[in-house]
């Protein structure tokens, strides 16, 4: 692969990229990476996944020992390639999204790429990049090119299984590029939906989060109420559920990771650009941003923690992932700090590293000590959590009349063995009061 153009080129190697030339790898393509990270860059060449994800490791390990997927650096040529895919960030910047990042790979494809290549967005950006943006820096270079949006739409932890299984949405800026772009990922056995535009692809992607988004604002929402009232919100979701097919209420809880908490917010940004508003999205991310806020109104009162734990960094726990990025686990840290100057904040997730748990703000520690604050505030849903061993764990290692708050309603009946414990579920905090 040194001397060859290969296949594909994936320009980003987190875990949109690395999953996404690992699946065409594992369909026979060559597939080479672009990293900005050195250390993600040997570790990958080594055959090793940086992340926790589903098969992944095996995976990698497969097409590299079988010579088809490679990484380089950003010092290093850009690899020639029949098709490059871009996966870069687009993070958010006081509510606006930063395109950076994404400009600076498009203009780095331009200048590499061979004459006649397919270029394919696959970050999340807002409506109108693709050819405002995108393709003015590739036209700038003078070679001929297609140019598609392909939005990602896998969900962490089984994003190897859904890229050999989700339809794939394409647009692009001619029929050719749509055409070219519907013949790639077609080597991935999936189904290919095609629509008109690539704004219409951009806003796919869009509506897809935001609308999950919206399904879990709704869940959290009737939570906050049922906390104020002293109802059980988990009868009401049962109750309205139940043998009624029009319903289908989501369980409350944190809505994070860095898809859900921003894509409402560059849908907005959308909106904005364009002279319009979406203000259903808006009051959506504010509905389950609130969630620390509220969680601490509801558990504080005269309550002074000297030492506080998190359980669960990850942004969620099922699938199950290492990734911190956008984890409700970093607000609740700093609201902490906040409402309590001086308290400890300690933190443990069961694969989340020391130094990713460091970069939310939390000092990492083991289960059983972070079972002993005065505060635990159990954030994600990860399997282990609704375990017999980690309810007897908190029954063995929780200090007298500490506050442990169950945010996910799944605690094991070994977790409430003793009197003294003050646990809190949230939709049921004052249930029955």
């Known amino acids: 692969m040194n001397d060859e153009q290969v296949d594909l080129c994936v320009v980003g190697m987190g875990y949109v990229g690395l999953t996404l030339a690992t699946a065409f790898a594992l369909r026979g393509l060559t ?42 650096g950003l010092d290093e040529p850009l690899p020639a390639a029949s098709a490059y895919a871009i996966t870069v960030g687009t993070p958010l910047h006081d509510g606006r999204t930063s395109l950076a990042d994404l400009e600076s790979a498009v203009a780095r494809v331009a200048a590499g790429m061979p004459d006649g290549a397919l270029v394919i967005l696959r970050s999340t950006v807002r409506i109108g990049t693709t050819r405002s943006v995108a393709m003015p820096i590739l036209a700038s270079s003078g070679k001929r090119f297609a140019l598609a949006m392909c939005p990602e739409r896998t969900i962490e932890g089984r994003a190897l299984e859904e890229l050999h299984s989700l339809p794939q949405v394409v647009g692009g800026i001619d029929r050719d590029s749509v055409e070219s772009a519907s013949a790639l990922f077609s080597r991935l056995g999936v189904e290919i939906v095609t629509v008109g535009t690539v704004e219409a692809a951009e806003l796919t992607k869009l509506a897809s989060n935001t609308y999950r988004d919206m399904q879990f604002a709704f869940a959290n929402e009737l939570a906050y109420l049922a906390d104020t009232l002293g109802i059980d919100v988990f009868d009401v979701i049962h109750a309205a559920n139940f043998g009624y097919e029009r319903m289908n209420v989501a369980r409350p809880g944190p809505v994070a990771g860095p898809c859900l908490e921003k894509d409402a917010w560059i849908l907005a940004d959308s909106a904005q650009m ?3 508003e979406a203000p259903l ?26 030492t506080a734990a998190i359980v669960g960094l990850a942004f969620k726990g099922r699938p199950e992932t290492s990734d911190v990025r956008g984890s409700m686990a970093e607000t609740f840290a700093s609201q902490l700090k906040r409402r309590w100057p001086g308290i400890r904040v300690l933190g443990w997730d069961p694969l989340v590293s020391d130094a990713d748990a460091r970069s939310i703000g939390v000092e990492p520690t083991t289960r059983e000590a972070a079972l002993q604050g005065d ?10 959590f609704g375990t ?46």
Request: hydrophobic residues 45%.
């Open 274 to 276: 364009f002279g319009t």
């Open 375 to 384: 505060l635990v505030v159990i954030q994600t849903n990860h399997e282990q």
């Open 388 to 433: 017999a061993d980690f309810g007897e764990a908190i029954t063995a290692h929780a200090r007298p009349r500490a506050v442990v708050v169950d945010l996910w309603n799944q605690l094991h009946a070994s977790a409430y063995q003793r009197d003294d414990l003050r646990i809190r579920t949230l939709g049921r905090m004052n249930a029955g009061a």
């Open 281 to 306: 999205a808006v009051s959506i991310r504010r509905t389950n941003e609130s969630l620390v806020g509220h969680v601490f109104s509801a558990v504080s009162g005269s309550f002074s923690p000297k």
């Open 31 to 72: 597939v080479a990476g672009v990293e900005r990270s050195e250390a993600i860059t040997e570790r990958i060449n080594a055959g090793r996944a940086p992340f926790h994800e589903a098969g992944l490791d095996r995976a990698i390990a497969e097409v590299s020992a079988r010579g088809r997927l490679r990484v380089v």
